[in-house]
């Protein structure tokens, strides 16, 4: 059971700097190795700091006492500590992949084979429980001298496209509007409206076999931890949304409102959602009927923004006073009550339309379009992710348990480069003489919140 408190010991420095490579200490226990070329890592090719300010927030966010907890245990060896450390400092330290790290001079100061670090990927771990509290101890860290603010859940999923690999599926790509190689990485995080921070991943192949180019070739008990990834990645984007959900509401991780885009957006996971006391912001799709009385017919979404548009001409104002807003009406849909929000959808045609639902009916429209733009930092989170921490070009392995590792790795260097940015540059932090002027300042447009 992972302990909610801080850890008490956050002053001990687990790795000395003397300047030799390897030193086994000679016990009757399990050896245990430091890395002693620590220093000169530090020294040689970190000359502006950002190496060190890594491994303080490392230590800072108890990552090394959170692989203990969740399972990485080895029996002798190398520490999962230190492994862990590598794996997150690689693309800080200018590295494309970790095999940067056993090239060149970086080579000899480290204190082992690059393939105890492969076999470390490709062992069955818990990353989802591991990636849950160490988002846990970012938000708790981001919060801590905040007055407290609304969390949101972002959903979402993007493609990791591969060519060979145990599980390879077809799947479709969004963006594309085409069938690829690879995987889903169905992401559940944490924003603020300021800060994102991943708070779980499921790597999702295809819940239909007829989908999937290849099929396991492991063989695990099926307790394990690797028979679990497997059957969750066979498993249905939408109760793998509510197990994350779930999982994240139990380790301590607070929000008030789910954010998705209309790709998920069905009556069952509305509902579940609601019974787990979170309200949802969604986008909607342009062929769904709503009705916008309890017993009335169902209307198309063209069809409620032309009724909105003879109320405001009969009114002779525009609706809520801002500019894009056609309007919000009350709506049911599949006996639950929404309040929808029509907007103009400026990517289309002038009479083109977008709409929002909300399960939370008090919101205004400003407010449901407000809070829905935040979604769009889990698109930042994706694009940093494969642009700057590896999601989809550092691991050629075409073992399961490592892709699904370097999946989590990448989100974890990118909630911790989060936390860092955060922590540093976050004037709420230092007074709230500029609340005022910031909140101004991290508006969305509506056009760009859309």
């Given at each position: 059971?992972?302990?909610?408190?801080?850890?008490?010991?956050?002053t001990?420095?687990?790795?000395?700097?003397?300047?030799?490579k390897?030193?086994?200490?000679?016990?009757?226990?399990?050896?245990?190795?430091?890395?002693?070329?620590?220093?000169?890592?530090?020294s040689?090719?970190?000359?502006?700091?950002?190496?060190?300010?890594?491994e303080?927030?490392?230590?800072?966010?108890?990552?090394?006492?959170?692989?203990s907890?969740?399972?990485?245990?080895?029996?002798?060896?190398?520490?999962?500590?230190?492994l862990?450390?590598?794996?997150?400092?690689?693309?800080?330290?200018?590295?494309?992949?970790?095999?940067?790290?056993f090239?060149g001079r970086l080579k000899?100061?480290?204190?082992f084979?690059?393939?105890?670090?492969?076999?470390?990927?490709?062992?069955?771990?818990?990353?989802?429980?591991?990636?849950?509290?160490i988002?846990?101890?970012?938000?708790?860290?981001?919060?801590r001298?905040l007055?407290?603010t609304?969390?949101?859940?972002?959903?979402?999923?993007t493609?990791?496209?591969?060519?060979?690999?145990?599980?390879l599926?077809?799947?479709f790509?969004?963006?594309?509007?085409?069938?690829l190689k690879?995987?889903?990485?169905?992401?559940?995080g944490?924003?603020d409206?300021?800060?994102f921070?991943?708070?779980?991943?499921k790597?999702?192949?295809?819940?239909?076999?007829?989908n999937?180019?290849?099929?396991?070739?492991k063989?695990y008990d099926g307790r394990s931890?690797?028979?679990?990834?497997?059957?969750?990645?066979?498993?249905s984007?939408?109760a793998?949304?509510?197990?994350?959900?779930?999982?994240?509401?139990?380790?301590?991780?607070k929000?008030k409102?789910?954010?998705?885009?209309?790709?998920?957006?069905?009556?069952?996971?509305?509902?579940?959602?609601i019974?787990?006391?979170?309200?949802?912001?969604?986008?909607?799709?342009?062929?769904?009927?709503y009705?916008?009385?309890?017993?009335?017919k169902?209307?198309s979404?063209?069809?409620?923004?032309?009724?909105?548009?003879?109320?405001?001409?009969?009114n002779?104002?525009?609706?809520?006073?801002?500019?894009?807003i056609?309007?919000?009406?009350?709506?049911?849909w599949?006996?639950?009550?929404?309040?929808?929000?029509?907007?103009?959808?400026?990517s289309?045609?002038?009479?083109?339309?977008?709409?929002?639902?909300?399960?939370?009916?008090?919101l205004?429209?400003k407010?449901?379009?407000?809070?829905?733009g935040?979604?769009w930092?889990?698109e930042?989170?994706?694009?940093?992710?494969?642009q700057y921490f590896?999601?989809?070009?550092?691991?050629i392995s075409t073992?399961?348990?490592?892709?699904?590792?370097?999946i989590?790795?990448?989100?974890?260097?990118?909630?911790?480069?989060?936390?860092?940015?955060?922590?540093?540059?976050d004037?709420?932090?230092?007074?709230?003489?500029?609340?005022d002027?910031?909140?101004?300042?991290?508006?969305?447009?509506?056009h760009v919140?859309?």
């Amino acid at each position: 059971m992972i302990s909610q408190n801080e850890p008490s010991d956050k002053t001990t420095v687990p790795f000395p700097l003397e300047p030799q490579k390897v030193e086994v200490e000679e016990t009757t226990s399990k050896p245990k190795y430091k890395w002693t070329g620590r220093n000169r890592l530090f020294s040689e090719f970190d000359n502006d700091g950002g190496l060190h300010t890594v491994e303080e927030f490392f230590h800072r966010l108890h990552i090394g006492t959170l692989l203990s907890e969740c399972g990485f245990n080895k029996l002798w060896g190398i520490s999962t500590s230190l492994l862990m450390l590598v794996l997150i400092l690689s693309p800080f330290s200018g590295n494309k992949s970790v095999n940067g790290f056993f090239t060149g001079r970086l080579k000899e100061i480290m204190p082992f084979h690059r393939a105890s670090l492969y076999r470390f990927a490709k062992k069955a771990f818990n990353w989802s429980l591991l990636t849950r509290h160490i988002a846990k101890n970012a938000i708790d860290e981001i919060s801590r001298n905040l007055k407290p603010t609304t969390g949101f859940f972002v959903l979402d999923d993007t493609l990791i496209e591969r060519h060979s690999c145990e599980l390879l599926a077809r799947v479709f790509d969004h963006n594309a509007h085409c069938y690829l190689k690879g995987f889903l990485s169905l992401l559940l995080g944490w924003t603020d409206g300021i800060s994102f921070i991943t708070v779980d991943n499921k790597t999702i192949s295809s819940p239909k076999k007829e989908n999937r180019y290849t099929d396991v070739n492991k063989k695990y008990d099926g307790r394990s931890i690797g028979a679990l990834v497997r059957k969750e990645a066979t498993t249905s984007k939408t109760a793998l949304a509510v197990k994350m959900v779930k999982a994240a509401l139990r380790a301590g991780i607070k929000a008030k409102y789910m954010l998705m885009d209309s790709w998920f957006l069905s009556n069952d996971l509305l509902s579940t959602l609601i019974g787990l006391d979170l309200n949802v912001i969604c986008m909607s799709k342009s062929n769904y009927i709503y009705a916008v009385t309890p017993d009335g017919k169902g209307k198309s979404i063209t069809d409620i923004a032309e009724i909105l548009r003879e109320r405001n001409k009969r009114n002779n104002r525009k609706a809520n006073g801002a500019k894009g807003i056609i309007g919000s009406v009350i709506v049911y849909w599949h006996g639950l009550t929404l309040k929808m929000v029509i907007a103009k959808d400026y990517s289309k045609n002038e009479n083109g339309v977008i709409a929002l639902v909300s399960t939370d009916v008090s919101l205004s429209a400003k407010e449901i379009i407000h809070y829905y733009g935040y979604r769009w930092k889990i698109e930042t989170n994706f694009k940093a992710s494969k642009q700057y921490f590896g999601l989809d070009s550092e691991c050629i392995s075409t073992d399961f348990d490592a892709v699904n590792t370097f999946i989590h790795v990448s989100y974890i260097r990118c909630s911790l480069a989060e936390t860092i940015k955060r922590l540093s540059e976050d004037v709420r932090t230092v007074g709230g003489i500029f609340k005022d002027i910031q909140q101004k300042t991290l508006e969305l447009p509506y056009h760009v919140a859309l």
